[in-house]
């Protein structure tokens, strides 16, 4: 096979869960030329990623420039009408897709791998992976860019990064709650990022970095905390596959299917605090409730002996 196409343009989340999927097709097909598709603010991602050739820029809506990549093989890791359209314009030979396509998608494929619906997107997409000559192993690769350091900021002393937001609806934080927290840590540095539209009225311990952090300026942040509070979120994946200090806050949403794929980080769920580890057996409340005031305390019970005070600022 001389020729991959890798579809997969958005959203944040959903890259970072197709990384190890690609990492082990490269591994598979070593001489082949992978190309990626993938929307444009998303690109910054695969810088230094050995795993991929070339990327397809691919901006919502333009389809112009597909008919020329002509791949051997085009992988759906959407699984949406719009990304099987991608694969047929591409003038793949073949097309892969999984199972749970939806939107009509799946009268588009060559093969169809099944998968488990209730699986996390990591493991369905692994699936695809194998269909196209993957091994599948114990150890995977999770390729991301080291990051860039921001203007001005200074990495000492140890903080914590919270990223209270999420485009989802009752995913993100209240005001009242980020600034709870912030206090709740001081006198150790907390610093919130994210995009928003509001206005957080922050504690003097609190960096307040919403909307002035690029991409690869969120990453290396997140690479260097000694500790990650995040809402289910794209970041909170990147948080998964970088620093194993995570805790990931799951309102509705179920932390065994879109929770951190890494054993090590923690889930907090209708007032409990888990490992990844202990939630296959665990039961959780389907809906759950949104994160409030009085779940602060259990929050800084967890993370004070894993980020202590630093004596240069007590």
């Known amino acids: 096979m001389n020729s991959i196409l890798i579809i997969k343009p958005s959203s944040l989340g959903d890259i970072v869960h197709t990384l190890p999927a690609v990492a082990a097709i490269r591994d598979a097909h070593p001489h082949a030329t992978i190309t990626w598709v993938m929307n444009p603010e998303f690109t910054p991602l695969l810088r230094g990623n050995s795993d991929v050739n ?5 901006p919502r809506r333009e389809f112009s420039g597909l008919r020329k990549l002509r791949p051997d093989l085009a992988l759906d890791f959407q699984g949406l009408l719009r990304s099987a359209f991608i694969a047929r314009v591409s003038g793949a030979k073949q ?3 999984m199972s749970d396509g939806r939107e009509g998608s799946r009268f588009f494929y060559s093969r169809i791998v099944k998968v488990n619906r ?8 692994l ?3 194998e269909l196209a000559g993957a091994q599948i ?5 999770c390729p991301l860019p080291t990051g860039d350091p921001l203007p001005r900021f200074d990495e000492f002393p140890p903080f914590i990064l919270l990223h209270p937001f999420a485009r989802g609806g009752r995913k ?3 005001n009242r709650v980020i600034e709870d927290i912030c206090r709740a840590f001081a006198p150790t540095r907390v610093v919130v990022v994210g995009k928003t539209n509001r206005n957080i009225d922050v504690a003097e311990n609190c960096v307040e970095l919403t909307n002035q952090t690029s991409l690869l300026q969120l990453i290396r942040l997140i690479r260097v905390a000694r500790f990650v509070i995040s809402v289910d979120s794209g970041p909170m994946h990147i948080a998964a596959a970088v620093n194993v200090r995570l805790l990931s806050i799951h309102t509705w949403t179920n932390p065994r299917r879109v929770g951190p794929y890494n054993t090590d980080a923690w889930i907090w769920k209708d007032g409990k605090i888990l490992r990844v580890s202990e939630l296959e057996n665990t039961k959780l ?3 759950g409730r949104p994160f409030k005031i009085k779940d602060v305390p259990t929050l800084v019970e967890l993370i004070r002996p894993l980020v202590p005070i ?3 600022i007590a």
């Open 54 to 58: 070339h990327v397809h820029v691919f």
């Open 95 to 97: 097309v892969y897709g």
């Open 118 to 125: 209730r699986e996390h997107a990591i493991e369905r997409y």
């Open 127 to 129: 699936k695809l992976a």
């Open 137 to 141: 192993g114990d150890a995977l690769r």
């Open 172 to 174: 993100s934080l209240t």
């Open 285 to 287: 409340k389907r809906h």
């Open 310 to 312: 630093d004596p240069m």
